[in-house]
């Protein structure tokens, strides 16, 4: 999460547009498959501080305020909470209530942020005609963070029911413990666990780590650095990771639906597709299907979500995602795992912290300043 206040920002958001013509469509990729959808941006709300939002029950949109809020979007912008954790957790640093997410079935509700201490936490509720059971609380997992940055702190529930949880390199810069390419530490990695096959949880016997020495069996993949927001596509499964850079180069990963996990990203031997600090590439290191370099705009990556909803044609299957400090929306096209084209869709949100995705596949952009907005078609 960027909550950094610099230079690079600044003039982030001023060198914006130069690079727009940063199409990377292929030689075999007709320039007539391009599609530049036409959209808005439709404010519907108002919060403080969002950073978090899923599909709950009845088809509502819930949404996380960082300072421990969790409010209902309604026809008349959010209502009051319907969970506050404020007094459980601190908005230093990169730290808040970072994550929520439902199960399939609305009966369990998960939320993620720092504790008192700086340490991430998972808990989880019951969920009963769409309200949470507060007495069900209880915690999953926990992770102790080294600095207060690089939390990395959402989480979804994937297409197979499981629960992933997205955590930081620990922090600080350039990985100093070098946890992201190690396996025996759950930071710098995206997890997958069972929070109902087991107390706390289970871990699935089909992780891919579970049978090596020394490995976490949480983790799915790794050689992450913050991995700030993910998101599976709706449509087909498929992981898409936004992991912010370190200085030079911010970037969006990607798995298909029949991954069997072990990705290794990179991270801290390589920044995108470039050694990192003179670090050798790792020999199974899966690079990013897109990278931008922040001498030409931006400052920290905000993953979105391959959009799949109805009321934009020309936009479905596309991969919406912007950056904190540049706030223009893009899209990536892809194919088989290659982009194909990087749209511009020619709206600028500010500075975009998260991105949401109700029931219906609609996405929504939230400002770290608070405004809530659909994207519409223009
Ligand atoms: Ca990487």
Redesign the pocket.
């Known amino acids: 999460m960027k909550v950094r206040i610099r230079i690079s920002a600044i003039i982030g958001t001023i060198c914006l547009v130069a690079s727009l013509a940063l199409t990377t469509a292929s030689a075999d990729e007709p320039a007539a498959a391009r599609q530049t959808a036409q959209v808005t941006l439709k404010q519907v709300a108002t919060a403080k501080n969002p950073t978090a939002g899923a599909a709950g029950p009845g088809g509502k949109l819930w949404v996380a305020e960082r300072a421990g809020t969790v409010r209902v979007l309604g026809d008349k912008g959010l209502g009051k909470p319907v969970l506050d954790i404020s007094t459980e957790t601190t908005t230093d640093g990169e730290r808040g209530l970072l994550g929520i997410a439902f199960d399939r079935k609305y009966a369990h509700f998960y939320i993620s942020f720092t504790n008192l201490e700086g340490t991430s936490t998972v808990d989880e509720f019951a969920v009963r005609k769409g309200k949470i059971q507060p007495h069900t609380r209880r915690t999953v997992l926990t992770q102790t963070q080294p600095y207060a940055n690089h939390n990395g702190g959402d989480i979804k529930i994937g297409p197979d029911g499981y629960l992933y949880i997205a955590l930081g390199d620990g922090g600080s810069g350039g990985d100093p413990h070098g946890n992201g390419q190690n396996l025996g530490t759950l930071l710098g990695k995206l997890l997958r666990i069972d929070p109902r096959g087991g107390k706390p949880y289970a871990i699935p016997a089909d992780n891919p780590f579970v049978n090596t020495p020394g490995a976490k069996g949480e983790i799915w993949s790794y050689?992450?650095?913050n991995p700030w927001r993910f998101s599976f596509d709706a449509g087909t499964g498929d992981l898409l990771i936004g992991?912010v850079g370190q200085n030079d180069w911010e970037?969006i990963?990607w798995a298909p639906a029949s991954s069997k996990g072990g990705e290794n990203?990179?991270?801290g031997q390589?920044?995108?597709?470039h050694p990192f600090r003179g670090g050798t590439e790792p020999a199974k290191?899966?690079?990013?299907v897109h990278e931008y370099d922040r001498s030409n705009f931006g400052c920290s990556v905000t993953g979105g979500y391959v959009y799949r909803g109805k009321a934009i044609p020309a936009l479905r299957g596309q991969y919406v995602f912007s950056d904190y400090c540049d706030g223009t929306i893009r899209s990536l096209q892809m194919r088989n795992g290659k982009v194909t084209a990087v749209n511009d869709l020619g709206v600028n949100g500010g500075e975009i912290i998260s991105f949401a995705q109700d029931r219906n596949g609609e996405l929504y952009v939230f400002t770290i300043g608070g405004s809530l907005s659909r994207i519409d078609p223009a």
């Open positions: 050689g992450l650095r992991d970037e990963d990203y990179g991270w390589m920044e995108g597709t290191h899966v690079p990013p």
